[in-house]
Every structure is written in structure tokens, then in C-alpha cells.
């Protein structure tokens, strides 16, 4: 098995003298280790006789997944559709099975080697490409899958992948050619079946009973696909769709030997054991605790230089910045402004800081009364005192959100809404409200401050004559309970933040009623009307004007309480060669320690 020829690996390599105490404590907490193996490999490895061994064994009940072999799905509890039963464990498909080498500075010649771990505020919910609606999720999704397109991390211009070209034979047909002798990592070839496979299983309203997040097929107006060659293929569309190569970034290729059967157990088996192309397989998920991939040996492009990712959910900032100024982690996700300048203090650790997209916002379900009336929304945004909330909580770091779209496609005669509360008290005058009591959900450790911004943002609604329940829930049932299905358990407010693509027509789909996300339940004749001549529309110039028209009408519509496109800082490693990306990808498969 994997997990056994990783041990080996491990032992030999103390032995070697490979690697170091702390490296060694870290693995095997991962891999298990502890008792008399342990205590005999510490003393081979030598080092700090006052580290106590048993801190690295795993606590708690935590569940462990592992990838299945090619073609067979682990069986899962009929109402578990995400856990694998306990001490149930199975090797990781072909191609996942590569000897971990740990410790050292990286890769020095073209075998992987070293380990990296990167520490997320949350867990993913699901790693099944289709279903996928979080960051957290995506960062194990690029490490495992091939997207067909990708965005360059320093212009963010769409660039070839696994695609390699692509042309439009008219308005409505596109042609693709895929890399040759790329497998999966079942050993599975990715060819045009495979490219055409995907786009079938994307069009799917249903993923068995879970409906498809993924809005790609309704975005071009799918139509078809069909195999050329082997490595070519064509798409049609019912409309133009120039916002066909964006998407595509996010479009991750599957191999149909594992993820053709839709039944409810293999179901359950893709979403937490996902098959894919890409640079990294899948070795193991354990809940709330880690998720491990390991270099895959043939990949097609450039080999990775780590051998071992490993990602943990860890919801407190604190304990995130103090494992990655004790060397157990190399990348943190979330660090508050008010915490940069101790990670930028220390010897080991530095910032990575970017202006993202993310659009961080309140949430307004349009659907119910009094905030059916735009007067009440608007007053809620007026409401919102941003420069004294950024100045305590975000350091003075990041602007009010003055459009909901990114640059480069931002209407520059927009203003974002001032702090004025008594217009807002003016505004609900007149819409005849007073002494209203409503909830606000917000989750904690997803977003930059997310729970403290939104208890500052619910005292200014109070301040304004509301009264506010806040309801303060982790991510994982955040996501899971609340942003399931149509979002009818939201209430009547909720905290989130949507994504960073930079294509303008795809943030303006956040707030149609087809998006899958849009819990806001706004509808607004023009507004669809205009976006659907913008869906249509591949000449540049109108379709700027149609994003600008668009712009104005959501801004002055507010379904969303707006917040601020995020400002994110990351912590990294001293030594590792990784900076932040706008897009918010947490991508290692390039990146290397420098021995420093």
C-alpha cells in the first residue's frame, strides 16, 4: 500500500540522516506513527532531547479517507454521503503510490522531494468537480485535476493547459486540442472522450441527488460535443459565448472510467476521493484534520519539486500564524492586517499580500418583506460605517466596494454608497418601517475577519433603529446547511463572500437568478434583460457599455449590503519560493524551497 511504502520511505531516510526531528514528528503524525517506532526513529534522527514524541501522534476521532484503487468505490453509511466508515482504508490509485521523500529544501534535480503544508481556515465540503463551491475546495481541485485553460498567476491572461489551442470555427462552434499522452490517474488516457465526457456530466442538472453547482453548460449556452480525433474536439453553443475561454480556467477534465457511474455510492466515493490529471493524486482525507496529495510521478507538464502537500483546515488566526512560525506550516490563509507586521517580525515567516477579487458582502433575501422594498436595502447600505470598520479591524487596509465587478471591466463613474445614517432613517421612513427585528448569519474563519466585521456591520444596522440577531456558525455547516440547495435556510441577512474572476460578465452573473449561489432571490426585468444581450454579445465594445448599464442597475437595485473586494495577506515560509494571486489559487505545484 501507499501509506506502507511512505513509511519505508520515512525510515530510510532517517536513517540517511534526510531528515530532521521536526520534519520526522510531522510525518508521522500524518502517516500515524507512534509507540516504540516512533521513539526509535526519534533516536535515530537525533536532535532536541526534550521534544516529547507523543506530540505527534493524531488526536481525536478524526475519519480517514483514502483514495480507492481505479474503477472501485470504497463503501460509504447511506446517510454519510461524505464520510468513509471507520478504519476503513484503501490504496490510492495508480500513479498515487509515489515514495514520499521528506524533509530536505526541495526538489534538486527532477525527482519531487520535501513536503509543504498549507493551512486553510476551513475544510473542504466536497472535492467532486461539479459540486465544488468554495476556495478551500479549489485548492485541492488544482493540485488533483487538470483545468482545461489557466489563468497566468501574474496577469491572470488565459493561457494553454491542458488544452493546448483552441479557435472558434463561427459564432457558435469552438474547436479544442487536447496534449497528447496525458493519463489519469487511473491510467485511463485523457482524450477527446474524456474532454467530451466532461462536458456531458456538466450539463447534468443533477449530479444523482445533489444538484450541479458548476454553471458553465448554462453560461455558453451548451449544446453538444463531439470527438474530432483523439485529441480533438468541438463544442457547440445555442448562443455566442465569449466568456467561453474564462470559464474554462475553472473547468477541471475527468476521467469517465470513474466518474460515469452516478450511482449514490460511487457519488459519495468521487466527492471525497477525486481522480483527476493533474500534477498531485489524492492520498488521503481525513475530516477536520488534513488532506494529503502526493507528486504524481507521471504527469504530463512540468514535474512538481515538493513531493507532499499536505492541507489543514485550522480556523483560528492564532494558531495558524504559530504553526507557521514553528516551521509546521509553510503557507496560512486569512491573516488579519492587524497580524502582518508579527509574521513580517519574525526571521522565518514573510507576507504575501494582493488586492484580490473576492467581493465580501452582506447578502439580502429580496424575497422578503420589508427588503422586497428597495428603500430598506439601500438604507442598509447606508448605514454601514466602512472607514470606522476598516480603520479597527482591518487595519485601515481596503476600500468600500463601489462595483460589483473586478478590474479591468469596472464602471469608473460609479461611487460607493458614504456612511449617512440618516438617510438611511430617511429611507425607512419612508418605506414605513420601524422597530424591525431580523437574523444576520455569518461564519467564522472563512473570510478575512469575517465574524468581527460582521458584528460591527449588524451594531450599525442596530444604530439605525434595527434590531439584529447574529447568527455566528462555523464554515462547515455555514456551507453545508445553510448554502445547500436553493438557500432557503438562509435568513434574512447572510454574510459571504463570492470568488474572483476578472471577466466582469461573470461577477454580474452573481446576482442572476440562474446562478447557483444567489440566495438573494432578486429578480429585476431590466437587469436580465441587459445581461442576457451581454451573454450574447462578443463585440467588445458593446459588451462594456451592457457591463457598465448592468453595474449601475446593481449598485442602485444593493440585493447585496456592500463590503469590500477583499485585501488578502497570506503567511509563507521565509524560504519558499510562492506569492499570493488575485485569484485567490493557492498553487505549489511549481514552487521549491530555496535552502535559505
Same mark, same amino acid.
Given at each position: 500500500?501507499?501509506?506502507?511504502?511512505?513509511?519505508d520511505?520515512?525510515?530510510?531516510?532517517?536513517?540517511?540522516?534526510?531528515?530532521?526531528?521536526?520534519?520526522?514528528? &510531522?510525518?508521522?503524525?500524518?502517516?500515524?506513527?507512534?509507540?516504540?517506532?516512533?521513539?526509535?526513529?526519534?533516536?535515530?534522527?537525533?536532535?532536541?532531547? @526534550?521534544? @516529547?514524541?507523543?506530540?505527534?501522534?493524531?488526536?481525536?476521532?478524526?475519519?480517514?479517507?483514502?483514495?480507492?484503487?481505479?474503477? =472501485?468505490?470504497?463503501?460509504?453509511?447511506?446517510?454519510?454521503?461524505?464520510?468513509?466508515p471507520?478504519?476503513?482504508?484503501?490504496? /490510492?490509485?495508480?500513479?498515487?503510490?509515489? !515514495?514520499? !521523500?521528506?524533509?530536505?529544501?526541495?526538489?534538486?534535480?527532477?525527482?519531487?522531494?520535501?513536503?509543504?503544508? #498549507?493551512?486553510q481556515?476551513?475544510?473542504?465540503?466536497?472535492?467532486?468537480?461539479?459540486l465544488?463551491?468554495?476556495?478551500?475546495?479549489f485548492?485541492?481541485n488544482?493540485?488533483?485535476?487538470?483545468?482545461?485553460?489557466?489563468?497566468?498567476?501574474?496577469? +491572470?491572461?488565459?493561457?494553454?493547459?491542458?488544452?493546448?489551442?483552441?479557435?472558434?470555427?463561427?459564432?457558435?462552434?469552438?474547436?479544442? &486540442?487536447?496534449?497528447e499522452?496525458?493519463?489519469?490517474?487511473?491510467?485511463?488516457?485523457?482524450?477527446?472522450?474524456?474532454?467530451?465526457?466532461?462536458?456531458?456530466?456538466?450539463?447534468?442538472?443533477?449530479i444523482?441527488?445533489?444538484?450541479?453547482?458548476? *454553471?458553465?453548460?448554462?453560461?455558453?449556452?451548451?449544446?453538444?460535443?463531439?470527438?474530432?480525433?483523439?485529441?480533438?474536439?468541438?463544442?457547440?453553443?445555442?448562443?455566442?459565448?465569449?466568456?467561453?475561454p474564462?470559464?474554462?480556467?475553472?473547468?477541471?477534465?475527468?476521467?469517465?472510467?470513474?466518474?460515469?457511474?452516478?450511482? /449514490?455510492?460511487?457519488?459519495?466515493?468521487?466527492?471525497?476521493?477525486?481522480?483527476?490529471?493533474? %500534477?498531485?493524486?489524492?492520498?488521503?482525507?481525513?475530516?477536520?484534520?488534513?488532506? !494529503?496529495?502526493?507528486?504524481?510521478?507521471?504527469?504530463?507538464?512540468?514535474?512538481?519539486?515538493?513531493q507532499?502537500?499536505?492541507?489543514?483546515?485550522?480556523?483560528?488566526l492564532? /494558531?495558524?500564524?504559530?504553526?507557521?512560525?514553528?516551521?509546521?506550516?509553510?503557507? #496560512?490563509?486569512?491573516?488579519?492586517?492587524?497580524?502582518?507586521?508579527?509574521?513580517?517580525?519574525?526571521?522565518?515567516?514573510?507576507? *504575501?499580500?494582493?488586492?484580490?477579487?473576492?467581493?465580501?458582502?452582506?447578502?439580502?433575501?429580496? @424575497?422578503t418583506?420589508?427588503?422586497?422594498?428597495?428603500?430598506?436595502?439601500?438604507?442598509?447600505?447606508?448605514?454601514?460605517?466602512?472607514? *470606522?470598520? &476598516?480603520?479597527?479591524?482591518?487595519?485601515?487596509?481596503?476600500?468600500?466596494?463601489?462595483?460589483?465587478?473586478?478590474?479591468?471591466?469596472?464602471?469608473?463613474? #460609479?461611487?460607493?454608497?458614504?456612511?449617512?445614517?440618516?438617510?438611511?432613517?430617511?429611507?425607512?421612513?419612508?418605506?414605513?418601517?420601524?422597530?424591525?427585528?431580523?437574523?444576520?448569519?455569518?461564519? *467564522?474563519g472563512?473570510?478575512?475577519?469575517?465574524?468581527? +466585521?460582521?458584528?460591527?456591520?449588524?451594531?450599525?444596522?442596530?444604530?439605525?433603529?434595527f434590531?439584529?440577531? +447574529?447568527?455566528?456558525?462555523?464554515?462547515?455547516?455555514?456551507?453545508?446547511?445553510?448554502?445547500?440547495?436553493d438557500?432557503?435556510?438562509?435568513?434574512?441577512?447572510?454574510?459571504?463572500?463570492?470568488?474572483? %474572476?476578472?471577466?466582469?460578465?461573470?461577477?454580474?452573473?452573481?446576482?442572476?437568478?440562474?446562478?447557483?449561489?444567489?440566495f438573494?432571490?432578486?429578480?429585476?426585468?431590466?437587469?436580465?434583460?441587459?445581461?442576457?444581450?451581454?451573454?450574447?454579445?462578443?463585440?467588445?465594445d458593446?459588451?462594456?457599455?451592457?457591463?457598465?448599464?448592468?453595474?449601475?442597475?446593481?449598485m442602485?437595485?444593493?440585493?447585496?449590503?456592500?463590503?469590500?473586494?477583499q485585501?488578502?495577506?497570506?503567511?509563507?515560509?521565509? =524560504?519558499?519560493?510562492?506569492?499570493?494571486?488575485?485569484?485567490?489559487?493557492?498553487?505549489?505545484? &511549481?514552487?521549491?524551497?530555496?535552502?535559505?
Amino acid at each position: 500500500m501507499a501509506e506502507q511504502r511512505s513509511i519505508d520511505a520515512l525510515v530510510r531516510d532517517v536513517y540517511q540522516g534526510a531528515v530532521s526531528r521536526r520534519t520526522l514528528l &510531522k510525518r508521522a503524525a500524518i502517516l500515524g506513527i507512534s509507540g516504540p517506532t516512533l521513539t526509535a526513529l526519534l533516536a535515530a534522527c537525533g536532535g532536541d532531547e @526534550d521534544e @516529547d514524541p507523543t506530540a505527534a501522534a493524531p488526536t481525536g476521532d478524526a475519519t480517514a479517507t483514502t483514495a480507492a484503487p481505479s474503477g =472501485d468505490a470504497t463503501e460509504e453509511p447511506d446517510d454519510e454521503a461524505t464520510e468513509a466508515p471507520d478504519g476503513e482504508a484503501t490504496e /490510492a490509485p495508480d500513479g498515487a503510490d509515489a !515514495t514520499a !521523500t521528506t524533509g530536505g529544501t526541495g526538489s534538486t534535480g527532477s525527482e519531487a522531494t520535501g513536503s509543504i503544508v #498549507i493551512m486553510q481556515g476551513v475544510d473542504a465540503n466536497t472535492l467532486d468537480p461539479l459540486l465544488r463551491n468554495a476556495t478551500p475546495e479549489f485548492t485541492i481541485n488544482m493540485h488533483v485535476f487538470d483545468m482545461f485553460l489557466q489563468r497566468n498567476p501574474d496577469t +491572470l491572461a488565459i493561457e494553454p493547459n491542458i488544452v493546448e489551442s483552441w479557435e472558434t470555427v463561427d459564432e457558435l462552434t469552438w474547436e479544442f &486540442k487536447l496534449v497528447e499522452g496525458a493519463t489519469f490517474h487511473d491510467g485511463t488516457p485523457v482524450d477527446a472522450e474524456a474532454a467530451v465526457f466532461t462536458f456531458e456530466r456538466a450539463s447534468q442538472e443533477q449530479i444523482g441527488q445533489a444538484g450541479r453547482v458548476q *454553471s458553465l453548460a448554462n453560461q455558453i449556452g451548451y449544446e453538444s460535443a463531439e470527438a474530432i480525433d483523439e485529441f480533438s474536439f468541438r463544442v457547440t453553443t445555442s448562443k455566442p459565448a465569449a466568456i467561453f475561454p474564462d470559464l474554462l480556467t475553472s473547468f477541471e477534465i475527468c476521467p469517465p472510467s470513474v466518474y460515469e457511474d452516478d450511482s /449514490a455510492e460511487n457519488l459519495a466515493n468521487v466527492a471525497q476521493s477525486p481522480v483527476g490529471s493533474g %500534477p498531485y493524486t489524492f492520498v488521503e482525507w481525513i475530516r477536520d484534520d488534513h488532506i !494529503t496529495l502526493e507528486a504524481n510521478p507521471d504527469y504530463w507538464g512540468t514535474p512538481p519539486s515538493i513531493q507532499t502537500i499536505t492541507v489543514r483546515p485550522v480556523p483560528e488566526l492564532t /494558531a495558524r500564524v504559530v504553526a507557521l512560525q514553528n516551521d509546521e506550516a509553510n503557507i #496560512i490563509v486569512n491573516v488579519a492586517p492587524d497580524v502582518v507586521q508579527q509574521v513580517e517580525d519574525a526571521e522565518n515567516t514573510r507576507i *504575501s499580500q494582493v488586492t484580490g477579487g473576492r467581493n465580501i458582502f452582506i447578502g439580502i433575501r429580496c @424575497d422578503t418583506p420589508p427588503f422586497d422594498d428597495v428603500r430598506v436595502r439601500q438604507a442598509l447600505n447606508y448605514a454601514v460605517d466602512w472607514d *470606522s470598520i &476598516k480603520e479597527a479591524l482591518l487595519a485601515g487596509h481596503g476600500e468600500r466596494t463601489r462595483t460589483i465587478v473586478n478590474p479591468p471591466n469596472e464602471n469608473m463613474d #460609479i461611487e460607493a454608497y458614504p456612511y449617512d445614517p440618516d438617510r438611511a432613517r430617511e429611507l425607512l421612513a419612508e418605506a414605513g418601517v420601524e422597530n424591525l427585528e431580523f437574523t444576520m448569519d455569518a461564519p *467564522s474563519g472563512r473570510y478575512i475577519q469575517d465574524s468581527q +466585521l460582521a458584528q460591527a456591520i449588524a451594531q450599525n444596522f442596530e444604530d439605525i433603529g434595527f434590531t439584529v440577531n +447574529l447568527n455566528v456558525l462555523e464554515w462547515s455547516v455555514y456551507a453545508g446547511e445553510l448554502l445547500s440547495g436553493d438557500g432557503s435556510q438562509l435568513d434574512e441577512l447572510f454574510f459571504l463572500g463570492l470568488g474572483s %474572476p476578472f471577466s466582469g460578465e461573470q461577477e454580474l452573473f452573481y446576482v442572476h437568478p440562474e446562478f447557483s449561489l444567489n440566495f438573494t432571490h432578486w429578480e429585476n426585468e431590466e437587469y436580465i434583460d441587459l445581461y442576457d444581450q451581454l451573454n450574447r454579445s462578443v463585440d467588445p465594445d458593446e459588451r462594456k457599455e451592457l457591463m457598465d448599464q448592468l453595474q449601475v442597475i446593481v449598485m442602485e437595485e444593493c440585493p447585496w449590503v456592500w463590503l469590500w473586494h477583499q485585501v488578502d495577506f497570506y503567511g509563507a515560509s521565509a =524560504d519558499l519560493e510562492w506569492e499570493a494571486r488575485a485569484d485567490e489559487r493557492i498553487d505549489v505545484s &511549481k514552487s521549491n524551497f530555496t535552502g535559505i
